[in-house]
């Protein structure tokens, strides 16, 4: 290859490492890769898991490469000695890094004489699923799903008290105990769940605002959950929004927006097409409606996120579709779809579902339904 890569990251946390090597390991490592097989640099604890986990991978003991270091007059050959020493073998004094390397780390390789420099799209094919990518982000999404489902059956048995309080299983149900029932249904069905968003009311007009407190009857209930694979580390994401009870005109009206603002916006994901337009698209369907975005005392209201994200490996990775997003849409990508509306004296509404881009257009690959009212 013409480029030398390297990374140093645990792989629970970097997608990148995740990706070049297939291995969940907490403590950062090494891979270099400047031939045809990829070099990890494990310690002893991890070494026999690399060989198994990554057979396309070359694996070396860190404590071997350190003990050589040590009879070569380094004290305390740390990651940058070894790093050094592998390139200088092979007389290479640069390496293509991603954007998160290590800023401590580059320092010292920079001392040692070792040139790094960062790349935006360190594996740019991250950006186009293969077939088995999307079988494994369509297996955290049935676990998305499974927890959704628990959810609404929560709801579904819930009693409205005094109030519009919904009570559950003879005490109130909020919105702390409701996510809790979600997490585990995920967990079960062996995903990870984190920072699910079950936000009632008012609270749901902050789409990140992941909700406490009480439920109430008669109220939208915007619930998004994003699981993680225990097993393959991909992500799905859903996004549904629910109204145990009856929703006055103004939910509904504002429901039936978001709903046929999502059909718009699949109806523009197709290869080729500018991820700006596919946003915009959204942005002016809601003005026609009259649902305005805009600043007021201070909070953001109407329309005010993107339309959608790339999924994978990372819950929020490329290609963005969004207002300022630069690029097209292409075949294999896979991206989320989901508006949404936001106004204090009505509530939020956000409905979500993951799309695959192919040659003529999206597949949906979400295929929980969407009732307001249950």
């Known amino acids: ?81 070894v790093i050094r020493h592998l390139l200088r073998e092979k007389k290479i004094r640069r390496a293509m890094v991603p954007e998160n390397f290590p800023f401590g780390l580059a320092r010292e390789l920079k001392k040692l004489g070792v040139k790094i420099k960062p790349q935006p799209k360190f594996f740019p094919r991250r950006e186009f699923k293969t077939a088995d990518e999307v079988k494994k982000i369509s297996a955290a999404l049935i676990m998305a799903e499974v927890g959704m489902a628990e959810g609404m059956q929560a709801l579904r048995l819930s009693k409205i008290g005094k109030r519009r309080q919904l009570i559950y299983h003879g005490t109130p149900l909020t919105s702390e105990r409701l996510r809790a029932i979600i997490d585990c249904a995920v967990l079960q069905a062996k995903g990870l769940a984190a920072n699910t968003i079950v936000a009632g009311g008012k609270q749901a007009c902050d789409p990140h605002e992941r909700g406490s407190g009480p439920l109430r009857a008669n109220e939208a209930i915007i619930i998004d959950i994003f699981p993680r694979s225990q097993k393959t580390g991909y992500f799905g994401d859903i996004t549904r929004t629910v109204v145990r009870g009856r929703a006055d005109e103004a939910t509904r009206k504002l429901y039936d927006t978001v709903l046929q603002a999502q059909k718009i916006a699949f109806d523009r994901m197709r290869a080729k097409t500018k991820t700006s337009d596919v946003h915009k698209a959204v942005q002016d369907f809601f003005n026609r409606q009259g649902y305005k975005t805009g600043r007021r005392d201070g909070h953001m209201e109407g329309f005010f996120h993107g339309t959608g994200h790339g999924l994978g490996l990372e819950i929020h990775e490329a290609p963005r579709v969004g207002a300022t997003s630069p690029g097209e849409l292409k075949r294999g990508q896979v991206v989320t779809v989901e508006p949404g509306l936001y106004y204090p004296e009505i509530g939020g509404v956000r409905l979500e579902d993951v799309a695959l881009i192919t040659g003529n257009g999206a597949k949906n690959l979400t295929r929980f339904e969407k009732v307001l009212e249950i």
């Open 1 to 81: 290859m013409s480029e030398t890569l390297l990374i140093v990251a645990d792989s629970e946390h970097d997608a990148n490492m995740l990706y070049a090597t297939g291995l969940f390991v907490p403590d950062p490592f090494i891979y270099l890769h400047y031939d045809r097989r990829p070099l990890l640099v494990m310690s002893d604890l991890e070494i026999d898991r690399a060989r198994a986990g990554a057979p396309h991978c070359r694996v070396a003991f860190l404590s071997d490469l350190q003990r050589k270091l040590r009879r070569d007059g380094v004290k305390q050959p740390r990651f940058a000695h």
